[in-house]
């Protein structure tokens, strides 16, 4: 998005309102956005508590910015800190544009809103490019990652649905790598499935930074993940994805690219706690999440194979 934007000329800077870079350098390079800036402000910057408004604001002055685009999707009744910061930017002269103005919930998925919601404020913006990650890609392996692990407890899978994915992957011929994110809980999940199976050809990504997770995720053959970061690099490298949407709507958070199959749960569409914006208002209080057993590993194996078809030669290896 940042790229096409770039592309038409509007602005001469970007500023991305956090404490860090949010990719490292060697990945950053890929973006073609020569005016992009990180502001050195808290990580949390992005929820506009009053209590930062005076560092935003200080910085917006400072680095003479007139637009800030808000690009968080929330509920306006969960994002009142920011619909007051609004509102005190606009007497200081300075636009708020945002998800919450109307029309912009019927957008599509959340990428597809960003895209609309600056088409309505004049940037003649093209269709960004989902690839961007494409010179990572390497000739495919033969092996499938399963990526097992999800910020919240509620958007991962159960262990015995992954440990019968796994098998009917293997049943295929497939190598599998199991990989997780830092969180121990996380890590400790991989472990279990490992273990659990036993199989040699089974094995555990050990644990690596981003930059070695991106160009893992690029040697792969497919992968299959949780509703996480790991399903849009892996698509950003044309990495074939299926991704399980089981707390959230795909029709949002989906990965983007024709070598994409997002699984989606019924449970968490029809279920009472599920928000307009495609996640669930327990996402961060915990629930028993019956909707994690909306989708089962023979329908993530059978996405699978349309996207990955089994090779001959591990066919026969297999026989």
Not at 33 to 57: K, M, S, Y
Not at 136 to 156: D, H
């Amino acid at each position: 998005m940042l790229e096409a934007v770039d592309a038409v000329g509007v602005f001469d800077e970007y500023h991305v309102l956090c404490h860090q870079p949010f990719l490292p350098e060697t990945l950053l390079r890929h973006v073609r956005v020569p005016g992009l800036r990180v502001a050195q402000l808290p990580g949390l910057t992005r929820r506009f508590r009053p209590e930062d408004w005076d560092g935003i604001f200080a910085y917006l002055r400072e680095s003479g910015i007139g637009v800030v685009l808000n690009a968080r999707l929330e509920i306006a009744s969960l994002d009142t800190n920011y619909l007051s910061f609004r509102e005190v930017a606009a007497s200081r002269s300075i636009e708020c544009w945002d998800l919450h103005e109307d029309g912009m919930w019927e957008a599509g998925s959340i990428g597809q809103r960003i895209v609309a919601l600056l088409r309505r404020h004049g940037v003649a913006l093209p269709d960004p490019r989902c690839d961007w990650l494409t010179p990572l890609r390497r000739a495919p392996g033969t092996s499938i990652g399963c990526f097992v692990g999800a910020s919240r407890g509620v958007k991962r899978w159960p262990a015995q649905a992954w440990m019968d994915t796994v098998t009917r992957i293997r049943q295929r011929g497939w190598p599998v790598e199991v990989a997780a994110g830092p969180d121990r809980v996380e890590r400790k999940l991989a472990g279990t499935i490992v273990e659990a199976l036993g199989d040699p050809m089974v094995s555990l990504l050990p644990a690596v930074d981003l930059e070695g997770f991106v160009n893992w995720l690029a040697g792969l053959r497919g992968l299959v993940a949780g509703d996480t970061a790991a399903t849009h690099l892996a698509a950003a490298a044309v990495t074939p994805v299926v991704s399980l949407h089981l707390a959230t709507a795909s029709a949002v958070w989906r990965p983007l690219g024709d070598l994409t199959r997002p699984m989606q749960s019924p449970l968490a569409l029809r279920c009472r706690a599920m928000k307009r914006d495609g996640t669930c208002t327990r996402l961060y209080r915990g629930c028993p999440a019956p909707c994690r057993k909306g989708i089962t590993p023979d329908e993530v194996v059978q996405a699978l194979d349309e996207l990955c078809p089994v090779p001959l030669e591990l066919r026969h290896r297999k026989e």
